[in-house]
């Protein structure tokens, strides 16, 4: 991602009401959070259990999304599984963003010697594909819900540390980073009050990109059988359920599929918004 010249624009609630995909965005991502949050306290029928249900039950008003092999109610393990997949691409981009900023930071900020070994850390990272990165760290580790999130917090670290060191460098010569140099003002307090408010807003937007990729590689290591394991749902875990049987019973798939569309869809619609609040150029583009 470009980092926009000439500074950025605050990024605030009036702003993304009247940007037409924030706002969408905005309502999508609502939805889905709101959709997830009620099944942390309700649902129609426990996800887990296997309860002695008929299998795989066409949807209907009691099961609106049908019932899989087991008899479990699919609508109820789409809620459960969105708190798993969501949990999982917020704690990995949580941390990804945080290490991968403090990276940046002082690579950026120190330059020299630091800078080069950083640099060429980080490109050697980012040289590998990052599907295949997370699968290596996750055969490393087993699979599980934890291991997918540890895999994704470290292949994401090193997008997030490429992006802020490119804006701790564009601002650390400004004339107002100088004349805190100075004044004698300490390092970490150019850094927290002169070079951080311009990475905030570029960062946030970083989040919401990394969120998107986020969801969606779960979904893959779910796929794959590498992610949460049964009787546990994840919206990747439920896609492979109903893999085998998908030209008979589609209803299996479709919901959690569905999901991760809109979340997806949200999610970019949400960051490409915010990119034209802070760059109102990149719109015209």
Same mark, same amino acid.
């Given at each position: 991602?470009?980092?926009? $010249?000439?500074?950025?624009?605050?990024?605030?609630?009036?702003?993304?009401?009247?940007?037409?995909?924030? !706002?969408?965005?905005?309502?999508?991502?609502?939805?889905? !959070?709101?959709?997830?949050?009620?099944?942390?306290?309700?649902? +129609?029928?426990? %996800?887990?259990?296997?309860?002695?249900?008929?299998?795989?039950? *066409? +949807?209907?008003?009691?099961?609106?999304?049908?019932?899989?092999?087991?008899?479990?109610?699919?609508?109820?393990?789409?809620?459960?599984?969105? $708190?798993?997949?969501?949990?999982?691409?917020?704690? @990995?981009?949580? =941390?990804?963003?945080?290490?991968?900023?403090?990276?940046?930071?002082? *690579?950026?900020?120190?330059?020299?010697?630091?800078?080069?070994?950083?640099? &060429?850390?980080?490109?050697?990272?980012?040289?590998?594909?990052?599907?295949?990165?997370?699968?290596?760290?996750? @055969?490393?580790?087993?699979?599980?819900? $934890?291991?997918?999130?540890?895999?994704?917090?470290?292949?994401?670290?090193w997008q997030f540390a490429r992006v802020i060191r490119s804006i701790v460098i564009s =601002? &650390?010569?400004?004339?107002?980073?100088?004349?805190?140099?100075?004044?004698?003002?300490?390092? #970490?307090?150019?850094?927290?009050?002169? #070079?951080? +408010?311009?990475?905030? +807003?570029? !960062?946030?937007?970083?989040?919401?990109?990394?969120?998107?990729w986020g969801i969606l590689d779960e979904a893959n290591l779910g796929f794959l059988g590498?992610?949460?394991? %049964?009787?546990?749902?994840?919206?990747?875990?439920?896609?492979? /359920?109903?893999? /085998?049987?998908?030209?008979?019973?589609?209803?299996? *798939?479709?919901?959690?599929?569905?999901?991760?569309?809109?979340?997806?869809?949200?999610?970019? !619609?949400?960051?490409?918004?915010?990119?034209?609040?802070?760059?109102?150029?990149?719109? /015209?583009?």
């Amino acid at each position: 991602m470009d980092v926009p $010249q000439g500074g950025v624009r605050a990024i605030t609630i009036r702003a993304i009401v009247n940007n037409k995909r924030a !706002l969408l965005g905005t309502i999508l991502v609502a939805a889905v !959070l709101l959709f997830t949050l009620v099944g942390v306290f309700w649902t +129609p029928y426990n %996800p887990i259990s296997f309860g002695g249900g008929k299998s795989f039950l *066409s +949807p209907s008003w009691l099961h609106p999304a049908g019932t899989d092999i087991y008899g479990r109610d699919i609508f109820s393990r789409i809620m459960a599984g969105g $708190q798993t997949s969501l949990s999982i691409a917020g704690v @990995a981009v949580a =941390v990804a963003a945080t290490m991968g900023s403090i990276i940046g930071v002082v *690579s950026g900020f120190i330059g020299g010697i630091v800078d080069v070994i950083v640099s &060429r850390v980080v490109d050697l990272m980012l040289a590998i594909p990052a599907l295949v990165f997370a699968l290596g760290i996750v @055969a490393l580790l087993g699979p599980s819900a $934890q291991s997918v999130t540890v895999a994704l917090s470290v292949v994401y670290m090193w997008q997030f540390a490429r992006v802020i060191r490119s804006i701790v460098i564009s =601002v &650390r010569n400004k004339t107002y980073v100088e004349a805190s140099r100075g004044l004698g003002v300490s390092p #970490i307090a150019i850094i927290v009050k002169d #070079i951080f +408010p311009s990475v905030v +807003p570029i !960062l946030v937007v970083q989040i919401t990109t990394a969120l998107a990729w986020g969801i969606l590689d779960e979904a893959n290591l779910g796929f794959l059988g590498l992610g949460v394991q %049964p009787p546990s749902p994840s919206w990747g875990s439920l896609l492979i /359920e109903g893999r /085998e049987y998908l030209f008979d019973t589609p209803w299996l *798939s479709l919901g959690a599929g569905t999901m991760v569309l809109i979340t997806v869809l949200g999610v970019n !619609l949400l960051g490409d918004g915010l990119r034209d609040i802070i760059d109102p150029r990149s719109a /015209e583009k």
